[in-house]
């Protein structure tokens, strides 16, 4: 499972990480919306998926989640999805879904990176950075070929290595983090700012990045500075943790040379030792299913990605 702040996404993944089965389906908000609800909404997606494929047999459950989490023990208090924020306990209630089943649990973006690393992008290489740059920013590291998690499964978390201490607010309290700069609201909100659709409340990424295709200023000017804060973090990573390849994914990294190109720019000038300038910048070779295929690789590929017990 992927669980986001605008979408549910479920899978059947074979050992060998093909997508066997697919769906997904917009995260509910509103209102009357509680935990409850959108729990039975998984619940809905999870049941119509393993009936539409005959009841398969089931090696386990991998799920990755918007954070923060306590980890392992997933009870999530994601940033992004309000009516879980004081914590909801998602691996308990998977346990007691499917019990008997290993139930693992980890940061979505950490799922992305394992993803990459398993199948992706970063495949055959040991040390790789994999983010996801969509209505948060969120990263994970592959060091020595194995899932880094850190003290409390956290490491890699790059969406608040900050970029610009005199930059905007971020959700986290702190100011300047690359997610405040980057993530897609953000994006918006800034080109608003500055005169972009200024009149249109419910303006979108997606407007934003159509809008830049088109050569909109403010519109290039927002996914540029996004870029630049992201070749800037990215440089950063590098020299402290000698990365092989970074690989993004999410819907920002989709606006292609636009966010690309101001990337590689911003990180050439800050990488300035010979072993960082050898990394490679990548999109992320999976795309949008890379979380998924993260999260089945901490099931079938538990020996890299998962040391929980």
Request: proline residues 6%.
């Amino acid at each position: 499972m992927d669980i986001g702040g605008t979408k549910l996404a479920a899978a059947l993944v074979e050992p060998g990480g093909r997508i066997a089965a697919y769906d997904r389906a917009a995260t509910p908000g509103g209102p009357d919306l509680d935990a409850e609800g959108l729990w039975r909404a998984l619940e809905v997606l999870l049941g119509k998926l393993v009936a539409g494929a005959g009841d398969p047999a089931l090696a386990g459950v991998g799920v990755g989640c918007g954070g923060p989490m306590t980890w392992p023990a997933a009870e999530v208090s994601p940033l992004n999805i309000p009516v879980w924020r004081d914590g909801f306990p998602l691996r308990a209630r998977l346990r007691a879904r499917y019990p008997g089943l290993p139930v693992r649990i980890h940061n979505d973006a950490i799922c992305v990176a394992v993803g990459e690393h398993w199948l992706g992008a970063g495949r055959g290489r040991d040390n790789v950075l994999g983010m996801v740059v969509s209505t948060g920013v969120g990263g994970g590291l592959i060091l020595g070929g194995r899932l880094v998690n850190g003290a409390s499964g956290n490491a890699g978390h790059i969406g608040h290595v900050v970029v610009d201490p005199g930059g905007p607010p971020c959700a986290c309290g702190g100011r300047g983090c690359l997610e405040a700069v980057a993530r897609g609201p953000g994006l918006v909100a800034w080109a608003r700012e500055q005169g972009w659709r200024r009149e249109s409340a419910d303006a979108t990424g997606v407007e934003l990045a159509a809008d830049a295709r088109g050569g909109h200023p403010v519109a290039v000017a927002a996914l540029r500075r996004a870029g630049r804060a992201l070749g800037v973090a990215i440089a950063s990573a590098t020299h402290l943790c000698d990365l092989e390849v970074a690989a993004i994914g999410g819907g920002v990294s989709q606006t292609g040379e636009l966010l690309f190109e101001p990337l590689e720019e911003a990180f050439r000038e800050h990488a300035r030792m010979e072993f960082a300038r050898r990394v490679r910048i990548v999109p992320a070779g999976l795309g949008q299913t890379a979380g998924l295929v993260g999260a089945a690789a901490l099931v079938f590929a538990q020996d890299r990605y998962w040391s929980a017990g």
